[in-house]
């Protein structure tokens, strides 16, 4: 592309649309290949160093760290987020979550969330998705997707919700405590490098960190997920009706209680219910399936809508995991929990543990719901499959609560992904070199029972066993006795 292909037509400062259908320049090429090799005089360094050069370079505005929308003018935040590829694929994959703007500790504990300047610059933003390769320069770097984005009215009310939460525990004096498993959709995430200076906050002594208020990387996988499916390299919901998708709640409810309480209200009336029952209480009929604890739980939270709310929006934005756990006649887990495979590539690519996948994993906001077993009580289930009854120990709802992993814990689950990394990058991808469950440590590696024997591509070349991440049971224990049900 020449240059004067994208000089030669200048957008309307004022209007979104014409910013956007400006950057499709911008697709398939990098600022170098735009710009020349003049555009080395204005290399920028960090996160936001592209996003600056996009700015100054290809839309000619001054880059400034004012407060308020890159195009102020149209209301509209520039953004520049990177995509990774996998080794073994031409799937991309969203690196990190989008940071909006930093938290001053300060201003957030005495502003609401409609005179925020989090609200003036992110409500609609241009969102530039760009190839990461470990080592290349920024102005290499090549754009793949362009997306409009507006945040539409029922995020927008949950992300009120947790800015909320985040500006209650600044006013608390618990700023050095905040967690982005606090959130649905907005996380309060830490910034800056290891061994930077703490912050002051306004109503403790107690220094905390510096963090910024982003979109989560759960939040990004949809939004990303929307302009793949388009099949284009671009896509926008400006001033557009929003597609209909399966949704927990609606924006109106939102208006009057937030998400998890809603959510928790619709377990309260089946506490002490064993599955037959709550089939009975759902209008559904009992059926033999191992799924079947985590099915109920999904159409209790759904309203009845659906068993699979991981497939819902809310969920798909925000990363919520549910957890069904069925405690054995002692009061504690059966088993340990496990979570996804461990994907080798990502553990390489990222060194940082903030980007990780683990990390947004174990920051991600949990649904825990808890079955307790009824000493000698037992249930009966017609199995169609095998036409025949199967009889089966009795276990009643006991308990509901949201959780997020304490500050302490995410301590350990750092030592935890270490230990994964080293094991990774000296290709020692074996079950002995990983933590074990003996170990006592709160997490543990090993496989799946459905995939002992499967194996994933290595790193290093060649096949290796495939591995997942795990709480230990006593650690599920400890999460379960030390939090208090919301739906008694």
């Given at each position: 592309m020449q240059d004067a292909d994208f000089r030669a037509e200048q957008p309307d400062r004022t209007d979104p649309l014409s910013i956007y259908n400006y950057s499709r320049y911008l697709i398939g090429e990098s600022l170098r290949s735009l710009i020349g090799e003049c555009v080395d005089e204005h290399i920028r360094k960090g996160k936001g160093g592209l996003g600056q050069m996009v700015e100054e370079l290809f839309f000619g505005y001054d880059a400034n760290s004012k407060r308020e929308a890159d195009f102020a003018e149209a209301g509209l935040e520039l953004k520049c987020t990177p995509l990774t590829r996998h080794k073994d694929g031409d799937l991309l994959r969203i690196k990190e979550r989008l940071v909006c703007t930093m938290i001053d500790y300060a201003e957030i504990a005495g502003t609401k969330f409609e005179d925020s300047h989090l609200l003036a610059k992110c409500r609609i933003m241009l969102l530039l998705f760009y190839l990461h390769i470990s080592g290349q320069q920024v102005a290499d770097s090549r754009f793949i997707y362009r997306v409009l984005w507006q945040l539409p009215k029922k995020d927008l009310l949950l992300i009120s919700r947790d800015y909320e939460t985040i500006a209650a525990k600044v006013r608390e004096g618990k700023a050095h405590l905040l967690s982005e498993g606090d959130t649905i959709y907005l996380g309060a995430c830490r910034k800056g490098q290891k061994g930077d200076r703490l912050q002051p906050q306004p109503y403790s002594d107690i220094p905390a960190a510096k963090r910024a208020f982003s979109l989560k990387p759960a939040y990004m996988r949809y939004i990303l997920a929307h302009v793949v499916e388009s099949?284009?390299?671009?896509?926008?919901?400006?001033?557009?009706?929003?597609?209909?998708?399966?949704?927990?709640?609606?924006?109106?409810?939102?208006?009057?209680?937030?998400?998890?309480?809603?959510?928790?209200?619709?377990?309260?009336?089946?506490?002490?219910?064993?599955?037959?029952?709550?089939c009975d209480r759902l209008g559904i009929e009992p059926y033999q399936a191992k799924s079947k604890y985590a099915d109920v739980c999904g159409l209790i939270a759904s309203n009845n809508a659906g068993k699979r709310i991981s497939e819902s929006e809310e969920f798909i934005k925000s990363g919520i995991i549910m957890k069904t756990v069925r405690l054995g006649l002692n009061g504690k887990p059966r088993e340990s929990m496990s979570f996804k495979n461990i994907d080798y590539n990502e553990v390489i690519e990222?060194?940082?543990?903030?980007?990780?996948?683990?990390?947004?994993?174990?920051?991600?906001?949990?649904?825990f719901v808890v079955f307790r077993p009824v000493q000698g009580e037992k249930i009966s289930i017609y199995n169609r499959r095998t036409s025949?009854?199967?009889?089966?120990?009795?276990?009643?709802?006991?308990?509901?609560?949201?959780?997020?992993?304490?500050?302490?814990?995410?301590?350990?689950?750092?030592?935890y992904r270490d230990n994964i990394r080293t094991c990774v990058l000296n290709n020692e991808i074996r079950l002995k070199s990983f933590w074990s469950i003996s170990d006592h440590r709160s997490f543990h590696v090993r496989p799946k029972a459905t995939n002992?024997?499967?194996k994933t591509s290595n790193p290093h070349g060649g096949m290796c066993d495939r591995f997942c991440y795990w709480f230990n049971g006593d650690y599920v224990h400890k999460i379960i006795e030390s939090s208090t049900s919301n739906v008694q």
């Open positions: 099949g284009q390299n671009h896509y926008t919901n400006y001033s557009k009706p929003e597609k209909p998708v399966f949704e927990l709640v609606e924006a109106g409810q939102l208006k009057v209680k937030s998400f998890e309480e809603i959510i928790l209200d619709r377990f309260r009336p089946f506490t002490g219910l064993n599955y037959v029952e709550i990222n060194e940082e543990w903030t980007d990780s996948e683990l990390y947004e994993l174990f920051t991600s906001r949990f649904l025949r009854v199967c009889v089966e120990q009795s276990y009643v709802l006991d308990k509901v609560f949201f959780w997020t992993m304490p500050p302490e814990d995410l301590e350990r689950a750092k030592e002992s024997q499967q």
